[in-house]
């Protein structure tokens, strides 16, 4: 694991609203005999790079489950912040002024976590920070091969959102190889380039490449029985990728 730089403040948030249309209440839902919201949890604790891990919610019954698995919840999320189309930058930007004002903390690197993306490991995270600690990224994400074409990786992987219209073959082999936002399982953000830009994909934006068969997002109840069964299945899983791929390198 990766230790944080000397006198720099990494703040974990995990936006959590109560409202779900499709899966109702997913954020404690239970997944495989637990909240949901628990496995993301235990996943910030465990960075030794973060000070701070954060639930933001607008919901008094998940906040009770976040205190109750050692995450902090200083205030609730504004009703105005918590709606259908409300954006994660702006409650973000609350989160930092009310900290900033109430507490005058002000962390150098903010790092999301969704719930939503229970295939998500370590390893993620680790690639995640390492990438934010030796390149000149203001934001690193994740990402994960697609067929779209929507996101694309340079040599020295920054992350370039473009609409490719000028390949007209709708064969994979002909194309270049695309990357979409997988979630996202990590973003981490390098606080000023936030405030400045009002972005979290910030200009100086960079990607680490994830499975494409841990990149399932919770959207629906199909994606939940999915991930529901490939979580309880990966080991099986990598092993016979592995095995396969040896076969395709013989």
Not at 27 to 56: E, M, W
Not at 85 to 104: G, V, Y
Not at 106 to 125: F, H
């Amino acid at each position: 694991m990766f230790k944080k730089k000397e006198n720099k403040k990494v703040l974990a948030i995990i936006p959590a609203r109560f409202g779900s249309k499709r899966i109702p209440h997913k954020n404690i839902k239970f997944f495989l005999g637990k909240p949901l919201i628990i496995y993301t949890i235990k996943q910030a604790h465990a960075c030794s790079f973060v000070d701070r891990v954060i639930v933001d919610t607008d919901s008094s019954k998940i906040a009770e489950i976040a205190l109750k698995c050692g995450a902090e919840i200083p205030f609730l999320r504004p009703t105005r912040l918590a709606g259908d189309r409300a954006q994660i930058k702006n409650s973000i930007l609350n989160i930092l002024k009310q900290l900033r004002e109430q507490e005058n903390y002000n962390p150098d690197y903010i790092m999301i976590l969704q719930t939503t993306s229970p295939l998500r490991e370590m390893a993620d995270i680790e690639n995640c920070w390492k990438m934010m600690q030796f390149s000149d990224a203001t934001t690193v994400l994740t990402v994960c091969p697609t067929h779209p074409r929507l996101y694309y990786l340079s040599r020295n992987n920054d992350a370039i959102l473009v609409n490719d219209l000028k390949n007209k073959s709708t064969n994979i082999q002909y194309g270049r190889q695309a990357y979409l936002l997988n979630g996202c399982f990590v973003y981490i953000i390098k606080t000023d380039a936030f405030l400045k830009e009002k972005s979290i994909i910030t200009k100086k934006t960079k990607a680490v490449i994830c499975p494409k068969w841990r990149s399932v997002d919770l959207d629906t109840i199909e994606d939940w029985v999915l991930a529901e069964y490939l979580y309880k299945n990966r080991k099986k899983i990598v092993s016979r990728i592995k095995q396969l791929t040896d076969a395709k390198n013989q």
